[in-house]
């Protein structure tokens, strides 16, 4: 299978809860990066994985966090959600060799409420 | 200042007309030159990449990079309705992280 895909496509959550979001990366890629995209707004990036090891973090809190699994899927978590969490979660796998051969899933939509 | 500037528009252009889309930045540490096409609902999909200054041309679409000027370009030629989408620049400076404009929103019109 090609491509990234990721899990769920949409999500309702109430503040406070904690919610975990799925990647799968494309065949072949060892990279796996999380980014946030507000409405209206470009994403940012949250953190990238690399052999399962985070490798760059970009300015969120300590309740985002994530994994990599020995088969290069990922895992996003974010606990104690606020209302502010509302957006497009992007996950993009690359090989690591060519950081900008990025390929982005189509994301979940996250709505705190 | 934001490290990447981009005027989210939008902009409406009728069919067959040249589109120009542009972003500014401040880092001068940035090196690779990406921009990105994304369709409402879908995740970006990279269209043009540009390694340092210069020009990229790929059929109707050509990337421009000026990094005396901090400014990069990206021009659609006879844009057609299926360019409609949100065209986000993105930077990085080597490192891990992608930095992202705001996008410009682009409706073709037939």
């Known amino acids: 299978e090609t491509g990234v895909t990721q899990s769920p496509t949409h999500l309702i959550k109430t503040r406070g809860q904690q919610v975990t979001l799925r990647c799968s990366s494309q065949?072949?890629?060892?990279?796996v990066s999380w980014y946030q995209q507000a409405l209206g707004q470009g994403p940012q990036f949250i953190f990238q994985?690399?052999?399962?090891?985070?490798?760059g973090r970009g300015n969120f809190p300590p309740r985002f966090s994530g994994l990599q699994f020995p088969n290069y899927s990922s895992e996003l978590n974010v606990n104690a959600l606020e209302l502010d969490d509302s957006a497009l979660y992007l996950c993009?796998?690359?090989?690591?060799?060519?950081?900008?051969?990025?390929?982005f899933g189509s994301g979940t939509r996250l709505t705190v409420v | 200042q934001k490290e990447v500037e981009q005027d989210p528009g939008p902009l409406s252009v009728p069919e067959g007309a040249i589109v120009s889309l542009n972003c500014t930045y401040s880092?001068?540490?940035?090196?690779?030159f990406m921009w990105y096409r994304q369709y409402s609902r879908k995740g970006p999909e990279l269209l043009m990449y540009?390694?340092?200054?210069g020009n990229k041309e790929d059929g109707r679409f050509t990337a421009q990079v000026d990094k005396s000027s901090k400014y990069i370009s990206l021009f659609i030629r006879d844009s057609q309705p299926s360019d409609s989408a949100t065209y986000l620049c993105?930077?990085?400076?080597?490192?891990?992280?992608?930095?992202f404009g705001k996008g410009t929103k682009l409706t073709v019109n037939p």
């Open positions: 994985y690399y052999r399962e090891e985070e490798n």
């Open positions: 993105a930077m990085m400076s080597g490192s891990e992280k992608l930095v």
């Open positions: 540009t390694y340092s200054s």
């Open positions: 065949s072949g890629h060892n990279t």
């Open positions: 993009a796998s690359s090989t690591g060799a060519q950081n900008y051969g990025y390929t």
């Open positions: 880092n001068s540490a940035f090196q690779y």
